[in-house]
C-alpha cells in the first residue's frame, strides 16, 4: 500500500484487484465468501485493515481505495461527495454487486455511505454507521481534523495509543509522510469549506433500510452525542456505543466489530 499503510495480516488474506473507474486506477481489496459486504474506509488507510479480518468468515468482503488514498490514483476533479457516490456508482456496476448490499461507512466512509444510501437505497440490504462525519450538530460539533497538530492526531483518533503504534513509524520517512498529505489534500478539496452537508440533514430520512450507528464513547473527532442527532433522522436507526474507545472503535474493540457482523446477518 502507498506510504506503507496497512499491515501484513491483512494483506496475506485479501486480494487485490485493479479496476479503472471513469478513467481512474481504483485498487479494490476482497476476501470471503457470501453476501457482499463493502467498506468505505475513511481519511485515512494507515492503520490498515486488520479489524476486518472476521467479517470474511461470513461475508465477501470489498474494501475499495477512495481515489486519493491507498494505491487509488488520484482524482482531482472530485469536489464534493455527490462525486464519490458517482465513482461508486461505476464501481459496482463494474464488480455486478447491485442489489443486496451491506455496506458499512467508517467517519468520512460513513458520510460517503450516508449519502449513497440516500440516493440508491434499493441496492442495500442492511447499512452500519461507524462514526459518521458530515452532519452539523450545533450541541456536539466536530472537530477541525485540518487544524490538529500533526503529532497530536493519533491522539484523537484512540483511547488506548498502543493500538496503533505499531503502525506510526518513529522516525516517518518521506513515503509515510507523502501519503499523508495526499490524504489530506483530498480531504480538503471537498471538505476545506465544507466540513458539514445541508444534504444530510435534509434527506436522511430516505434511508429505509435497517441501519446501525456504531460509535466509541471517547471519540475526540466526531463525539458519540452526535448519533442522537442521527438516529431522529434515520427512522428505526439502532445506536451501540463501546466504552473506553475512541474514533478507530473497530480497531480498538472486537466487540464492535462482532456487533457489526451480527447486526448484517
Not at 490498515?48 to 472476521?54: S, T, V
Not at 466509541?216 to 434515520?234: N, Y
Request: charged fraction near 25%; charge should be negative; avoid cysteine.
Amino acid at each position: 500500500m502507498a506510504g506503507k499503510a496497512g499491515n501484513t495480516d491483512a494483506n496475506s488474506v485479501f486480494k487485490h484487484e485493479t479496476l479503472t473507474v471513469n478513467g481512474i486506477k481504483t485498487v479494490v481489496m476482497t476476501a470471503g465468501q457470501g453476501d457482499p459486504l463493502v467498506f468505505f474506509h475513511g481519511g485515512g488507510v494507515f492503520s490498515g485493515f486488520d479489524f476486518a479480518l472476521p467479517w470474511t468468515e461470513r461475508y465477501k468482503v470489498y474494501i475499495p481505495f477512495h481515489p486519493g488514498f491507498g494505491d487509488s490514483g488520484d482524482d482531482p476533479e472530485i469536489a464534493d461527495m455527490h462525486d464519490y457516490v458517482l465513482h461508486y456508482l461505476e464501481l459496482f456496476d463494474q464488480l455486478k454487486l447491485e442489489r443486496g448490499l451491506r455496506l458499512v461507512g467508517f467517519s468520512m466512509g460513513g458520510w460517503m455511505a450516508a449519502e449513497f444510501a440516500m440516493e440508491h437505497r434499493r441496492r442495500l440490504h442492511k447499512l452500519v454507521l461507524v462514526a459518521p462525519a458530515g452532519l452539523r450538530v450545533k450541541e456536539y460539533p466536530g472537530t477541525d481534523l485540518f487544524r490538529i497538530p500533526p503529532e497530536q492526531v493519533p491522539a484523537y483518533l484512540v483511547h488506548d495509543l498502543k493500538v496503533i503504534e505499531r503502525y506510526l513509524p518513529k522516525e516517518p520517512d518521506a513515503d509515510f509522510l507523502t501519503a499523508r498529505y495526499r490524504e489530506m489534500t483530498t480531504i480538503a478539496r471537498f471538505a476545506w469549506e465544507h466540513p458539514y452537508s445541508q444534504r444530510l440533514a435534509r434527506w436522511l430520512h430516505r434511508i429505509n433500510v435497517p441501519t446501525l450507528m456504531v460509535w466509541g464513547e471517547q471519540d475526540r473527532l466526531v463525539p458519540h452525542q452526535q448519533s442522537a442527532s442521527w438516529a431522529k433522522l434515520i427512522a428505526g436507526a439502532q445506536v451501540q456505543t463501546f466504552k473506553n474507545a475512541g474514533h478507530l472503535v473497530l480497531d480498538e474493540k472486537p466487540e464492535a466489530v462482532k456487533a457489526v457482523a451480527d447486526f448484517l446477518a
